[in-house]
């Protein structure tokens, strides 16, 4: 199995948490390898999350895995260097489903990501994520 490339000293954010519960529904389920647990939006026009690496990595693939009932039909992956403005790197169509999704990306060259998830399946545009990975290399 790739491991992501998020570790303890990347900071994340995310859109919002539903109810604003950070123990049951916080960011940090997106990364904590239990199948139990997950990030659960608030309702909004698009969901996101964002990561800020300690070194600069080269993105490859994305890996999710959404709440069937509860994804995105359109998510948009962006990434910069420093404190250059975000560019986009690719967008993704996830299906929605339980199982975890992969989209290969082009090879970047980054320390900050922004995943942004649109038009979700959800009538209130929730969206359920149980793993999100960013596979690749540091450089």
Request: aromatic share 10%; glycine share 6%; charged share 25%.
């Amino acid at each position: 199995m790739t491991h992501s490339l998020v570790c303890p000293e990347t900071v994340s954010r995310v859109s919002s948490v539903l109810n604003r519960n950070t123990r049951q529904f916080g960011k940090k389920h997106l990364f904590d390898q239990d199948e139990e647990t997950c990030w659960n939006s608030d309702q909004g026009p698009s969901q996101w999350v964002t990561l800020e690496f300690p070194q600069l990595i080269r993105v490859s693939q994305l890996q999710i895995q959404f709440q069937g009932g509860f994804s995105s039909r359109r998510g948009c992956l962006e990434g910069s260097q420093g404190s250059q403005a975000l560019r986009k790197i690719a967008d993704f169509y996830p299906e929605d489903s339980n199982s975890l999704q992969t989209f290969p990306m082009p090879a970047a060259e980054v320390d900050r990501l922004k995943v942004t998830f649109e038009d979700a399946t959800d009538f209130f545009g929730r969206v359920v994520i149980y793993h999100l990975r960013v596979l690749g290399e540091k450089v």
